[in-house]
């Protein structure tokens, strides 16, 4: 049975985040709540069940909220070490790009959370990436890949597309 005191907890974490101003990580609320990171994993996950929209990002943990704006997606394709400029190009452009999506022929669709809105986020990123040495999951599909893009307005998503064709990371049809 449940305590009250991780209901409690597990509230609590979700006020954290939905005051936040961007994301918190595991361990940051291990810290705050005096328990360990995989409580916190653990509660997160039974947020989730509970039908809480939580997002994992590369920096921790983000409620999911419908930002104003305009979400758009785009096809792209480039080499694993042209992944810092075509970041650059959409974060200069005035973009977020929000995650990136590969179609994986056995899981079928893979979705990664980025929330990358700034050439720091950009660096911190590629930080974590070299640190984990991790791949992109673009790997898995030759450099082909979706990215959501969020954008202010429609004219900022059109110099977005524009910064992406210039660099040669559209993907032609």
């Known amino acids: 049975m449940e305590t009250s005191a991780a209901q409690a907890r597990r509230q609590a974490v979700r006020r954290t985040l939905e005051q936040a101003g961007g994301p918190v990580s595991a361990t940051v609320l291990a810290k705050q709540f005096s328990v360990s990171r995989q409580i916190i994993v653990g509660d997160v996950a039974l947020l989730r069940a509970a039908g809480e929209e939580i997002l994992a990002t590369p920096r921790g943990y983000v409620l999911g909220r419908r930002p104003a704006g305009v979400e758009r997606r785009v096809a792209c394709i480039h080499r694993p070490e042209e992944m810092e400029a075509e970041l650059n190009a959409i974060v200069d452009a005035g973009g977020e790009a929000a995650d990136v999506i590969v179609e994986h022929p056995v899981y079928g669709q893979l ?10 986020d950009v660096q911190e990123f590629l930080r974590r990436v070299r640190a984990d040495s991790a791949r992109p999951l673009s790997d898995l599909t030759g450099g082909i890949h979706l990215h959501t893009i969020r954008c202010a307005d429609e004219q900022t998503f059109e110099r977005v597309q524009k910064a992406l064709k210039i660099e040669g990371f559209l993907l032609d049809m």
């Open 111 to 120: 979705t990664g959370i980025l929330g990358v809105r700034s050439r720091y």
